[in-house]
């Protein structure tokens, strides 16, 4: 089991001791959403990264709702979505510091060169995204990044 879902149920059931039905009922709704997500994926184990896939799209729909409710001037329910999306950020990690322009260009040039260097081929889109994923996954905007990808490469002449 991952150690971010037993924190999550660790949560819930402290929620429940207290009495806090709304907070134990959203944490109950989450680990169900989680467990039952990997149980379909093949029965496999809950990782810390299906956790944070469930948390972050319950924080953003909590957030969407909030901003409805304050559009419409529910102000109780409004409240109780801003506590909700304030419940599941809790959880989740706090955000890795993005890349800047030139250093996303950087790293884009080191995976390309290295990927030449390799094989001696001009590297795939995909390939270079891949890499750039497994290196700063979370530091940057992967529309830019993909920009950056396809300019550098675009500019390369082909390898034979």
């Known amino acids: 089991m991952s150690t971010l879902l037993q924190t999550i149920k660790d949560a819930q059931l402290v929620a429940r001791k207290a009495r806090d039905q ?6 109950t709704t989450l680990i169900g959403e989680i467990t039952t ?8 184990a809950v990782t810390d990264k299906d956790c944070i896939k469930a948390l972050t799209t319950f924080r953003d729909n909590a957030f969407a709702n909030a901003k409805l409710f304050d559009e419409r001037g529910d102000h109780a329910d409004f ?13 989740l ?9 030139d250093a996303l260009n950087r790293c884009v040039r080191s995976i390309i060169a290295n990927r030449i260097a390799s094989d001696g081929t001009k590297p795939k889109m995909g390939v270079v995204i891949s890499d750039l ?8 905007d992967g529309k830019v990044a993909a920009g950056v990808v396809k300019a550098e490469l675009d500019a390369m002449p082909e390898i034979m």
Do not use: C, N, W
């Open 22 to 27: 709304v907070t134990a009922l959203s944490l």
């Open 93 to 101: 990690p706090a955000p890795k510091a993005q890349l800047s322009p």
């Open 37 to 44: 997500k990997a149980k379909s994926d093949g029965d496999r």
């Open 79 to 91: 409240e109780a979505a801003r506590v909700e999306t304030i419940l599941y950020e809790g959880f």
């Open 133 to 140: 994923k497994m290196l700063h996954e979370g530091q940057y």
